[in-house]
Structures are given as structure tokens and as C-alpha cells.
């Protein structure tokens, strides 16, 4: 979205909005940047992959240790390689 802004150095100037920085609540006097909605949605789906993963990992059998390290190193690649072992698997 582009805003028109009249300065009286240059003019009137069509301009991008800056980022907007918005202050902690637990550390005052510093500041961090927004997620912006794309941000925050692959981190849940990336956090959903990796829950669904150690689930069907669980349901399997493997230990606790490799659900872990799979699914908290590559949540989704650990989901892509249970929904292949699924898919390979003869239904008795």
C-alpha cells in the first residue's frame, strides 16, 4: 500500500510505509520488528507438521528420542518421510 506525504524539502512524494516497531511488554526500551501474517502461518504449519509427525512416529513405535530429534530438526521433512512409511505399509 502506497501513502502520498507533502515534504517540504521535495515535495509532494509518493512513499512505501516503513515497518512499524512496536515495544515489548518484558524488556523496556527495546523494540522488535511484527510478524507479518505470512510469517506466523508457517510457523504454526510448520509447528503442526512437526506435532503430527511425532504422533505418527509414536503410533509406530520409535523411541522417544528419535521423535524428538526428528521432529524438533525437520518437523515437516520427519511428516513427509511418516506419510511415506504409511503409504508403503501392507495393510494386514
Not at 56 to 68: L, Q
Amino acid at each position: 500500500m502506497l501513502s502520498i506525504a507533502w515534504r517540504p524539502d521535495l515535495g509532494l512524494v509518493i512513499q512505501r510505509p516503513e515497518l512499524v516497531f512496536v515495544p515489548t511488554m518484558k524488556s523496556p526500551g527495546r523494540e522488535y520488528m511484527g510478524r507479518s501474517r505470512v510469517q506466523t502461518l508457517f510457523a504454526v504449519i510448520t509447528f503442526a507438521a512437526g506435532a503430527i509427525a511425532a504422533y505418527m512416529m509414536y503410533k509406530r513405535g520409535a523411541s522417544p528420542v528419535t521423535i524428538a530429534k526428528n521432529a524438533l530438526l525437520n518437523p515437516v521433512g520427519s511428516l513427509a518421510s511418516e506419510l511415506e512409511t504409511v503409504s508403503t505399509q501392507k495393510n494386514i
